[in-house]
DNA sequence: CCGTTGAGTGAACATACGTTTACTCAACAT
DNA sequence: ATGTTGAGTAAACGTATGTTCACTCAACGG
């Protein structure tokens, strides 16, 4: 079964972009590049019905992604490097957080319980990522747990550029600056999961987690406004 | 293969308790108690060796335990309830830290740097319920997640009654101080995966870590103290 | 236009899996 | 002493797994 029937045998095969409209069949490099991400979504999506990556097989991932098992290995060696894939795009994902907070700008006023909202926000519409970040960033296979930690403490020296940027808490060292931002995201994380175990259609849990969320933000964000270096 | 072969066919049968030493036959229960735990120390051995909890086959579990895979239907109706097992065992193991400290008490000098110190090696030495619990709070199994979330809680909630007791941060009130240790927790598991991490004879490596560990939660206690609950 | 390339196929394999079944035989209650 | 009980066994089952192979046939490059 192959998956895009070609439009036609060869469409007209001379200019490059022979017509706008009725446009020419995907190339194979993109094609493969579809496979690909095919087979990522599949195990992020089986991820999603509640397992764990490391309990996925590699068959139930090619079926999932609507391909033979053969296909996979035209594009990872083993269920391993689809991992590390998946950490990459889900580092991608990480960052992205970073740009849409920086786009809008920081509020000035309430600005804890702004940024928790758009987290969460953000948390709830990429939540297949963030599942597995929050997941395999403890346990599972030693390699993926390594890559996801690299990404996270990437994660927290972007933040900490930022906050320099901004002029936040200007007093702080670098090395404490990065200490701080390593807690926040450890914090951010573990609320990840939170938010995601959220039973749908249950205001007032979201509101108390939210709550929550803000105000360890606050006590965190307290202690680093007072912190004398040499303590 | 019996794998405690019978001393005597029947030991004297008649006493309760024969003979004090060439002592009588475990009874039928302590047997059974005894292959429990070889499951259970199966699995979390496989786990030791890097794995993931979801990804562990009943077979492999009994192999480990040196057991034959019916066997395993007489203790548990399924991986799940094996793993629900080794939540509520080291959920002793995390109360026993708090016991332990209780005990020494808390020093007045240098008291977060002392406490780490004690955690560090708590979790050295249950090497394995910390890295089950580490390794599947975020992921893996829903069931198994939300039972570790309730021991954790738990074990909150204790932190939050010896504060309490000892007089500690009596100005916040008990909303407060129960996300105070909420936070505290996510902190304390978060660095025991950094721990178990720790590559052997890297003693650079593990002063960072510790001082990292110190850091974040003086900055936490320092939030705690400058609190004030209208904000 | 036509030969090469390589993503996706379908079939086959050896192995591992979860679960059930009838069994043994020591500890137990009587 | 004797019959019951139940933890552990051995074997068998149907199914799922990872990996390999020769294959097809559309996009590609000359």
């Not at 972009?17 to 979504?41: F, H, N, V, W, Y």
């Not at 953000?122 to 690299?150: C, K, N």
């Not at 940027?165 to 939170?194: F, H, K, W, Y």
């Amino acid at each position: 079964m192959t998956r895009l029937q070609p439009r036609r045998p060869t469409a007209k095969s001379r200019s490059e972009d022979p017509m706008p409209i009725a446009p020419t069949a995907p190339s194979r490099e993109a094609r493969k590049q579809l496979t690909r991400g095919q087979l990522m979504a599949g195990a992020l999506d089986l991820m999603g019905a509640g397992r764990g990556f490391s309990s996925l097989s590699l068959r139930e991932v090619t079926r999932a992604a609507g391909v033979v098992p053969a296909s996979f290995y035209r594009h990872f060696r083993d269920l391993d490097e689809l991992g590390l894939a998946l950490v990459e795009q889900s580092g991608v994902t990480l960052r992205h957080l970073l740009r849409d907070v920086r786009r809008d700008g920081v509020p000035l006023t309430d600005m804890l319980r702004k940024s928790v909202l758009i987290y969460k926000q953000h948390v709830e519409s990429h939540r297949l990522h963030f599942l597995f970040i929050a997941g395999e960033r403890g346990g599972g296979s030693p390699v993926i747990r390594t890559a996801i930690r690299a990404e996270e403490s990437h994660f927290a020296a972007e933040m900490v550029q930022d906050m320099r940027a901004l002029g936040l808490l200007p007093a702080l060292s670098s090395e404490t600056l990065r200490m701080l931002c390593g807690l926040v995201v450890t914090t951010m994380i573990n609320a990840a999961t939170d938010i995601l175990d959220l039973p749908p259609k249950a205001p007032r849990a979201e509101r108390e987690l939210v709550d929550n969320f803000v105000r360890q933000l606050r006590l965190i964000f307290l202690g680093a406004a007072v912190w004398r270096e040499r303590l």
